[in-house]
């Protein structure tokens, strides 16, 4: 079974820190996701990478940045954490394939700053 | 607007009842997958659907993609508790798997 492993399940941060979020997966998969899930408006994509020191910018990267050094670790840093990205973390990690194939998430990280 | 719409956006059923869970988008489909998540957890992936047509089982729940690859349905077959959760689809809008949208969820409570 594919294992995404998330740092923390729960983590309280305050105004202006620099709050790192860590993502572990031991599937060997090329492709890894951040997102964040608000209630009314669901999952929102924040970053991906599809290899090591690449990344991209998906819907809503504001405020965020990432770091890919190793394949397995994907990394969300808020730069300077503000209230408005009190939220629920997820990552998730896919295999590239000729077909589809679909995500495997973590658990997820309750994040709230105070 | 949501590349992907769900339908009910919530659901009450009683223990033992059928129910169905839709997911339309006005856009071709590569892949369609269907996802549980309880409540303050991640996502647990249930099935993955590709072709037109395509129909996968598992236990007690049934999912299904029409011929034109723009609606998928999930049917849960005599609901238990165990059921209740937060069911969402998600799909690649292309290839390669790194345009994936997620549809709102329904959410689903089984009253024992």
């Known amino acids: 079974d594919v294992k995404v492993t998330q740092s923390s399940r729960y983590l309280v941060k305050r105004t202006g820190e620099k709050v790192f979020l860590e993502c572990v997966q031991d599937?060997?998969?090329?492709?890894m996701f951040w997102y964040r899930q608000d209630p009314g408006l669901g999952l929102r994509l924040i970053y991906f990478s599809y290899d090591v020191k690449m990344k991209e910018k998906g819907d809503i990267p504001e405020g965020y940045s990432v770091s890919r050094e190793k394949k397995e670790r994907f990394s969300l840093i808020l730069e300077s954490a503000s209230t408005n990205q009190t939220s629920m973390y997820l990552c998730a990690s896919s295999l590239i394939t000729a077909t589809n194939q679909p995500q495997h998430f973590g658990d997820g990280t309750r994040l709230s700053i105070l | 607007s949501q590349e992907l719409e769900q339908s009910p956006q919530s659901l009450i059923v009683q223990e033992g009842k059928n129910l169905t869970i839709n997911c339309t988008s006005s856009?071709?489909?590569?892949?369609l997958y269907w996802y549980k998540q309880k409540y303050g957890e991640g996502l647990i992936f249930l099935m993955m659907?590709?072709?037109?047509?395509e129909e996968k089982s598992h236990e007690k729940i049934t999912a299904k993609l029409d011929e034109k690859k723009q609606q998928s349905s999930l049917h849960i077959t005599a609901s238990q508790p165990s059921h209740a959760g937060i069911y969402l689809c998600g799909a690649d809008m292309h290839n390669y798997g790194q345009n994936f949208v997620f549809g709102p969820g329904t959410r689903l409570s089984v009253l024992p």
């Open positions: 856009k071709t489909l590569y892949g």
């Open positions: 599937m060997d998969h090329e492709n």
């Open positions: 659907l590709q072709k037109g047509g």
